[in-house]
Structure formats: structure tokens, C-alpha cells
């Protein structure tokens, strides 16, 4: 199953709605989660099920989806939302991640 | 505090091997499946394999069946990969995480791999 994610990567304000998408190329039911990860560091699970939120996560961060198209949403972006972020499906081996997405601040 | 720390990672002439191990703690290790991923320089994850709880499944990505082997033991609360015939493509910074159905939520600082002459 492939994951098409957009954009590649983008630049934002601090307190901009932040929206990257990732669509699957078949369906994956909700076995879809979000990553954040910084330069050196080891992704952080963000969003789980499609669009659970994790513990301990912000709550400017959210997930949806809309039959193979899932959406991360950041309601505003705050300086240390920068790093790439990644769509993963766990519904079907192998499992596959999307390509990222690169957010920076302006 | 949960702990993953990866282990056996370095410099492998290509055809060579490598065993990684990740020691958990701070969790029922028993109670997860397990995964490795990996990373290449400056590109994104790749998931490379999975164990069920108690060592009955194991799951690969087609570019390693048949040269990795993914295999844990519960009593010791850790997670091993085995890397054999290795490739320079297979080089990389390899993680392990601990997964739910939905998603990865603990995972190691990662050990890098890799494959030169």
C-alpha cells in the first residue's frame, strides 16, 4: 500500500493552520498513524487510529480522515513544531510509510 | 519511564553480518509486539519487520525476507534482528519501537548501520 503524502514540504507563521495530507492508495480502514520527528532524533507517535490523539501530545494537534485521505492538523503552529513529519499504515504488511512532510517556520 | 536502547550497530563490509539488540524497560515487554525500522541517510522510515508477542509471527518487508531475522526473548525483555548478506542499500539507522494496531508509541534513539568497503 502506498502513501502519497502533501505537501513535500512547506513554511509557516507561528499560530498558522498547519494541514498535511496523506492518502493511501487502497483502503486501510483507520490503521493509519502520525509522526513528528526532529533532525538526530527518533520519531514521536503523534496521532493513533486515524485520529487519536496520544498522551501527552498538544492539542493543537489532530487527525481525521476521509476514506483514504487522512489529515494532520496543527490549529497553530508554535515554534517547536518544526521537524518532518510522517504518515504510517498498519493495516496490511508490509507496512508503509508516507514519504514526509518538511515543516519549517518562517 | 519506558526505556528502549539499540545495541551492535557499525561499520560491515558488504556480505557481512551484524546482530542489533534492543533492551527494554520500564514496560511488560511481553505485553507488545515489536518492530524495526530504519532510515538511510537523509530519507525518510522504512519499516523492516515485526514480532508478535510471544515470537509466533514475524512479519518482513520483501527487501530483507530471506537475509534478516527478526526474534525476542521475553525473559531477558529484548528484541534482536540478525542481519545477514548485507547490501550498502541496507545501510542505515535502524530503530526499534514497541507497536500498537494503530501506531508505534515507544521507540529507541536508533543505531546506525553501515555497509562499506
Known amino acids: 500500500i502506498q502513501l502519497t503524502q502533501s505537501p513535500s514540504s512547506l513554511s509557516a507563521s507561528v499560530g498558522d493552520r498547519v494541514t498535511i495530507t496523506c492518502r493511501a492508495s487502497?483502503?486501510?480502514?483507520?490503521?493509519l498513524a502520525w509522526y513528528q520527528q526532529k533532525p538526530g532524533k527518533a520519531p514521536k507517535l503523534l496521532i493513533y487510529?486515524?485520529?487519536t490523539l496520544q498522551s501527552g501530545v498538544p492539542s493543537r494537534f489532530s487527525g481525521s480522515e476521509s476514506g483514504t485521505d487522512f489529515t494532520l492538523t496543527i490549529s497553530s503552529l508554535q515554534p517547536e513544531d518544526f521537524g518532518t513529519y510522517y504518515c504510517q499504515q498498519l493495516n496490511s504488511y508490509p507496512q508503509t510509510f508516507g514519504q514526509g512532510t518538511k515543516v519549517e517556520i518562517k | 519511564e519506558v526505556q528502549l536502547v539499540e545495541s551492535g550497530g557499525g561499520l560491515v563490509q558488504p556480505g557481512g553480518s551484524l546482530r542489533l539488540s534492543c533492551a527494554a524497560s520500564?514496560?511488560?515487554?511481553?505485553?507488545?509486539?515489536m518492530s524495526w525500522v530504519r532510515q538511510a541517510p537523509g530519507k525518510g522510515l522504512e519499516w523492516v519487520a515485526n514480532?508478535?508477542?510471544?515470537?509466533?509471527?514475524?512479519n518482513y518487508v520483501d527487501s530483507v525476507k530471506g537475509r534478516f531475522t527478526i526474534s525476542r526473548d521475553n525473559a531477558k525483555n529484548s528484541l534482536y534482528l540478525q542481519m545477514n548478506s548485507l547490501r550498502v542499500e541496507d545501510t542505515a539507522v535502524y530503530y526499534c519501537?514497541?507497536?500498537?494496531?494503530?501506531?508505534?508509541?515507544?521507540w529507541g534513539q536508533g543505531t546506525l548501520v553501515t555497509v562499506s568497503s
Open positions: 519501537a514497541t507497536e500498537r494496531p494503530s501506531g508505534c508509541d515507544y
Open positions: 487502497q483502503g486501510i480502514r483507520s490503521y
Open positions: 514480532i508478535k508477542k510471544d515470537g509466533s509471527e514475524r
Open positions: 520500564g514496560l511488560t515487554f511481553s505485553n507488545y509486539w
Open positions: 487510529a486515524a485520529s
